[in-house]
């Protein structure tokens, strides 16, 4: 069997296990690979083979890395989690806020949380609120 061959078959290997990792630094050395299976191919020494393979790796981790990184892990597309994905819920006041020191209690699908009222509000039993902040367990609301 040519060399080349197993230049390829090192590359899809790579690859396949770039798929179970998030790092994308496996997907450069199968970049690699491919950059020793053309140098095979070329009917280049072993040393030039591995030469190429190293060269392209690094170009590959210097430039593409970061392109994949930029394209795949966009900033713009976090999702909220935990307490931060309470923000800009609605829900219901459950106990009277008639005061700024005063706590309330507010329902919100289901689950019945500590709250404030922004701005110092009265909020009265019943009125639609959405929550503007979190602290900690605390909710701040203003009415809707």
């Known amino acids: 069997?040519?060399?080349?061959?197993?230049?390829?078959?090192?590359?899809?290997?790579l690859f396949i296990i770039?798929?179970?990792?998030?790092?994308?630094a496996?997907?450069?050395?199968?970049?690699?690979?491919?950059?020793?299976?053309?140098a095979a191919a070329c009917d280049a020494s072993l040393e030039m083979q591995f030469l190429t393979f190293?060269?392209?790796?690094?170009?590959?981790?210097l430039c593409v890395r970061p392109l994949l990184k930029r394209y795949?892990?966009?900033d713009g597309e976090k999702v909220a989690t935990n307490a931060s994905a309470m923000v800009g819920k609605h829900g219901v006041v459950?106990?009277?806020?008639?005061?700024?020191?005063e706590q309330g209690r507010v329902m919100?699908?289901?689950?019945?949380?500590?709250a404030l009222a922004a701005d110092n509000e009265v909020l009265p039993k019943g009125t639609k609120v959405v929550v503007v902040a979190i602290d900690s367990v605390v909710l701040t609301v203003k009415k809707l």
Request: net charge negative.
């Open 1 to 13: 069997m040519e060399i080349w061959i197993y230049w390829v078959v090192a590359a899809l290997l």
């Open 54 to 61: 190293a060269v392209v790796s690094l170009i590959a981790l």
């Open 94 to 101: 459950c106990s009277d806020m008639v005061s700024d020191d």
């Open 108 to 114: 919100i699908e289901g689950v019945d949380w500590r």
């Open 72 to 74: 795949f892990y966009k």
């Open 26 to 38: 496996v997907i450069c050395l199968a970049i690699g690979a491919g950059g020793g299976a053309i």
């Open 18 to 24: 770039e798929l179970f990792t998030a790092g994308l």
